[in-house]
């Protein structure tokens, strides 16, 4: 056990059959450390990727079995095909739509309930509060709050002069429905995150900032959302993928509809799978989407973490 | 051994949670120490149609004492039937499926299930009294598949009181499409700001309703009769009958006489419920489930439903069968038709009638006294029936049979939306959606076609 | 009251922006309490109803007649808790590997990890379904668990967390000749247990809010969990909106009686190591 232990300088000065010798053994201690989550790893997500590619390949039945050889003819087909071209444009709307303001929101309230009146914990407890609801939970309550006949909402609304908005059955309606569920659901979790990253700004640096003169808007713009960039730059990642990947609000919901105006790539994938039983095309459009969130993810970590100011 | 090894490894991360499985594996359990057989019956059957067959579930349970069927609700049709799908052939699979009608050319093509002709033969089983027309579905080259469990037909429904209001006599409902419009813009009523308080008609954008009317107008939905005399190649529904029908849904949404209450038929009758639509189309299942909803609000009145001018009429026998499932041993199977017969007994046909709404498989359940007390009390109840009884079976009324109709319908239904929200024209939407379908069942054919 | 009350006006004003705001946020949480005790009709009249006329609770001993919603929030807790343990478990090892040890191919082996966060799990739910399905394991606990028993974002957490402890502590454990095993369960992880908190909150999160892979591999109501549980419930009865919503209220219950309970630790779980990541 001892030779493992030694300084790392001692290393660089061995003799190279000496040096390979201690970089096995450290090979074999890291191993039990490295294998579970290797084998689950490779268990549900090397293989399946893999297969998932294979699969792009093949006409399949509906147990999954790879029947036709088809080539690449299923990947020419998406970008040929009206439905599959719309479903990447109503992702990008949908992700937009739900970054965005969510994160903005989130911003806002962060700032609202971070000031330390009394009483602060119970608005707090009631502005997180979506934190605890699920995408089924949530899309259930949607489901009355948006129903075409009997909407409060839509009733509510009324009362500010604004017409009978079709929620569910007007595609742009439709749309902001799924995004303000998607919206409401992220909201307590991406507060909490933000106002632990402000209650983490060192206070001397507020106050000194406060007797050099500067205002609220002006220590915001230059002390309080840089220091926060780290936070808000997780907050982003993480809704991203969370948009991407958002699901049940809209089978729930919408089913994709009207007339696929919320057929994001996601339940596509998914219809196509579980429901017209093609998994070779659904396996093309999911490894379109894998493409597509390797890009952003890299996009997302070269250029805007540039921006993002670390202490 | 892979999987033995798989499945090692894997419980071995999983640590406490296999300790877990060992008890929920338990109720798994084939045949009890008893010598009671236990079979599993996954239907669609939410809300009262669910309470009633829960209660036809505990009357065989009750009555049998060496079968349990223990009845597990899939969710919507679709839900339960692509769930079948993944399932098949797991441990977890049933012994008896209660399929949708479109489901019948999948269910035949999977091979996975015995046809039911096998035990009506075994059994000598009389089936002299059963509906013709409702056989006729589920038989295909003179084979019965499966047992028809729940048949119904779409009829019109209307609110008794808002005919009243708006003038219009309530015994006298719109019977073509040119009254349903005139009625209709009697019974629209508008708030001061113009927006419609009640819409005089309303549908939910259901695909079944287009098959409906492509039937009702003898209309085929694909080739080969329906898929009927010959494998379906083709999706034809993009003819007059279709462009016809979609123009006449369009003409009322856009004058602002229909409403659109979306895809969810029970958003459409929720809308009926509460007075914001004085006449819809929908099946005969939800009419106990409505009349018990509206019994201090106001009368429902039921109608056959409405033709075109010209138009043959008649309908589609829709609904659910029961399917026996192949993988199951011979016990269970022979315990699965056990409980279909006790289904289909007139006494069980009779109750379920009273309960929903859904007509009798048998005529020999008109003679049970409990359904003759409820008929008389209820007369909307006999409009299905009637409706059942007057349509002629042709081609198009026979229903068609094609693989991948889920798929089909639920293109139909974006179609019909593209036409209701001015996206494309009634033949551009149709010819797009037919082509699509086309597509479809030729992918279908590779895989399934011997 | 630490604030000083400088401006009293400025104060009230953010009382009121408070009051609305939470009132906006919380109001289809409100609005759900509110529906179900109403009685069926009124919950389906229009104009619809903003408050029951009186106080009812037959929504809730319908909404448990029709649905084993006891059952479904064990089901959501024994999984939920056994991708916790797992996540734990898993992450906590690798991490340490890829923090504390020096071995071949560990910057490309820990890509490798990465780039699972980057396979989205709707790419690779295909398979995964065969897989549980041909072990057996549909409707099953371990089914429901196994593909998220580890993930790459918990071992990057922890890994960041513990580049933190010194180097020191490090080295002169290993001089002392006390090894890994013993360094890593006697100072890492007592250590690093803010960071375990974090994983340990989002973990479950995740895993109880999870619908598409339990509305995939459950075929049996009895073992369903909270999210298809309660979709379920509304597919059966869409027309009795008080019944669902009361079920939605009782699936709720334990989420939000946690927050209260433990909203502060759980925002200080939350930040304690997430931010840095």
Redesign the interface.
């Known amino acids: 056990m001892k030779a493992v232990v030694q300084p790392t300088e001692t290393v660089t000065r061995m003799r190279p059959k000496a040096r390979w010798r201690k970089r096995i053994q450290e090979l074999l201690t890291a191993t039990p450390f490295l294998v579970p989550s290797l084998f689950l790893f490779v268990l549900f997500f090397f293989y399946p990727l893999g297969k998932t590619i294979y699969l792009s390949f093949y006409l399949t039945n509906a147990k999954g079995v790879a029947k036709h050889y088809v080539g690449g003819s299923q990947y020419g087909e998406l970008f040929t095909s009206a439905d599959f071209l719309n479903s990447l444009w109503t992702t990008v709307v949908f992700v937009f739509l739900t970054v965005v303001p969510g994160i903005l929101l989130a911003l806002l309230l962060a700032l609202l309930v971070e000031k330390p009146l009394r009483g602060m914990a119970f608005f707090r407890t009631l502005i997180v509060s979506p934190v605890t609801v699920s995408v089924a939970t949530a899309s259930t309550i949607g489901l009355l709050l948006f129903n075409p006949s009997i909407s409060i909402l839509t009733h509510g609304l009324s009362f500010f002069g604004v017409q009978d908005i079709a929620w569910l059955t007007d595609p742009f309606w439709a749309m902001i429905a799924v995004s303000l569920v998607t919206i409401w659901l992220g909201v307590g979790f991406h507060t909490i995150l933000l106002l632990g990253g402000l209650q983490a700004i060192p206070t001397e640096l507020l106050e000194s900032a406060t007797i050099d003169g500067a205002g609220y808007g002006k220590r915001l713009r230059h002390v309080v959302l840089p220091l926060l960039s780290p936070t808000l730059f997780f907050v982003l990642v993480v809704s991203v993928i969370g948009a991407f990947q958002s699901f049940g609000q809209i089978n729930i919901l919408t089913q994709g509809g009207p007339s696929r105006s919320t057929h994001v790539l996601v339940y596509s994938i998914y219809r196509d799978a579980f429901f017209n039983f093609q998994f070779g095309s659904a396996s093309a459009q999911a490894i379109v989407l894998f493409v597509i969130l390797l890009l952003l993810t890299i996009l997302q970590f070269t250029v805007v973490e540039r921006k993002v100011h670390y202490q | 051994m892979k999987k033995v090894l798989l499945s090692g490894l894997l419980a071995l991360t999983l640590g406490a949670t296999t300790v877990l499985a060992g008890c929920s594996n338990s109720e798994e359990a084939t045949t009890n120490e008893n010598g009671v057989i236990e079979i599993t019956l996954w239907h669609a059957m939410g809300g009262g149609p669910g309470k009633g067959l829960d209660a036809i579930v505990q009357a065989f349970n009750d009555s049998h004492d060496k079968i349990k069927v223990n009845s597990v609700y899939q969710g919507s049709y679709d839900d339960e039937f692509n769930k079948y799908k993944t399932a098949e052939g797991s441990d977890t699979a049933p012994a008896i499926m209660q399929v949708y009608d479109i489901g019948t050319r999948f269910m035949i093509d999977s091979e996975a299930t015995v046809p039911v002709q096998k035990f009506v033969d075994a059994d000598k089983y009389d089936m002299s009294d059963f509906e013709p027309n409702i056989l006729n579905y589920y038989k295909m080259d003179g084979q019965l598949y499966s047992l028809p469990f729940n048949s119904s037909n779409p009829i019109l429904y209307f609110n008794k009181t808002a005919f009243q209001e708006a003038g219009l006599d309530p015994n006298k409902p719109p019977k073509t499409w040119a009254e349903v419009e005139e009625y209709a813009q009697k019974l629209t009523k508008k708030g001061a700001d113009g927006k419609p308080e009640r819409y005089g008609m309303s549908m939910a954008i259901y695909g079944w309703f287009f098959e409906q009317y492509m039937a009702n107008q003898g209309g085929l939905y694909a080739n080969n009769g329906n898929g009927r005399k010959e494998r379906a190649t083709e999706a034809v529904f993009n003819k007059t009958e279709g462009t016809k029908f979609l123009d006449w849904w369009k003409k009322g949404v856009d004058a602002g006489y229909m409403g659109n209450f979306g895809r969810k038929t029970a958003d459409t009758q929720a809308a009926f419920s509460a007075g914001k639509t004085a006449m819809f189309i929908d099946s005969t299942a939800v009419l106990r489930g409505l009349v018990d909803g509206a019994k201090d609000k106001f009368e429902v009145g039921t109608a056959e439903l409405p033709k075109t001018e010209g138009a043959a009429g008649g309908v589609i026998i829709g609904g659910g069968s029961m399917w026996i499932m192949k993988d199951q041993p011979d016990a269970k199977q022979k315990a699965a038709w056990e409980f279909i017969k006790f289904v289909a007994e007139p006494k069980t046909q009779a109750t379920w009638h009273t309960a929903t709404g859904y007509f009798p498989i048998r005529t020999k359940a008109y003679e049970v006294q409990e359904l003759k007390d409820f008929d008389a009390k209820y007369p909307q109840f006999q409009t299905a029936v009637s409706q059942l009884h007057n349509t002629k079976l042709t081609e198009a009324t026979s229903g068609a049979v094609i693989g991948v109709f889920p798929e089909a319908r639920a293109t139909v239904e974006t179609a019909i939306e593209d036409v209701l929200l001015g996206k494309k024209t009634t033949q551009q939407s149709l010819d797009d959606a037919s082509k699509k379908v086309t597509d479809a069942i030729g992918k279908y054919n590779q895989l399934y076609k011997k | 009251?630490?604030?000083p009350r400088r401006f009293p006006i400025r104060?009230s004003l953010?009382?009121l922006?408070?009051?609305v705001?939470?009132?906006i946020?919380?109001f289809?949480?409100l609005?759900?309490i509110s529906?179900s005790f109403m009685t069926?009709?009124e919950?389906?009249?229009?104009?619809?109803n903003?408050f029951p006329s009186h106080f009812n609770l037959n929504s809730y001993h319908d909404a448990l007649a029709v649905a084993p919603l006891g059952k479904f929030l064990l089901n959501s807790l024994?999984v939920s808790l056994?991708i916790v343990?797992?996540q734990l478990?898993?992450?906590a090892?690798?991490a340490?590997?890829f923090a504390f040890?020096?071995?071949?191919?560990?910057n490309l082996?820990f890509y490798?990890?990465l780039t699972?966060?980057?396979?989205?799990?709707?790419?690779?739910?295909?398979?995964?379904?065969?897989?549980i399905?041909?072990?057996?394991?549909?409707?099953?606990?371990?089914g429901l668990?196994?593909?998220f028993?580890?993930t790459?974002f918990g071992?990057f957490l922890l890994r960041q967390f513990y580049m933190q402890i010194p180097r020191d502590l490090y080295?002169a454990a290993?001089?002392d000749?006390c090894?890994?095993w013993r360094f890593f369960l006697t100072v890492v992880v007592p250590l690093s247990r803010p960071a375990l908190g974090t994983l340990s909150v989002y973990a479950f999160?995740q895993a109880?809010?999870m619908?598409?892979w339990p509305l995939?591999i459950t075929?049996?109501?009895?073992?369903r969990t909270?999210?298809?549980g309660?979709?379920?419930l509304?597919?059966?009865?869409?027309?009795?909106?008080n019944l669902?919503?009361a079920g939605?209220v009782l699936?709720?219950l334990p989420?939000?009686i946690?927050?209260?309970v433990g909203?502060k630790q759980?925002?200080k779980g939350?930040?304690s190591g997430?931010?840095?990541?």
């Open positions: 009251m630490s604030t104060t953010h009382y922006l408070l009051t705001v939470s009132l946020i919380a289809p949480l609005f759900a529906t069926p009709s919950s389906l009249s229009s104009p619809p903003l024994i056994a343990a797992g478990f898993t992450s090892l690798s340490y590997a040890l020096r071995f071949p191919g560990r082996l490798l990890f699972t966060m980057m396979i989205p799990w709707e790419v690779t739910l295909i398979p995964n379904y065969f897989t399905k041909e072990l057996g394991w549909l409707s099953t606990y371990q668990a196994a593909p028993l580890a790459a071992t080295e290993m001089l000749g090894g890994h999160i109880w809010n619908y598409l995939l075929n049996k109501t009895s073992m909270v999210q298809v309660i979709s379920m509304q597919n059966e009865e869409q027309l009795a909106w669902v919503m939605v699936v709720l989420t939000v946690m927050l209260i909203q759980l925002v939350l930040l997430a931010v840095k990541g």
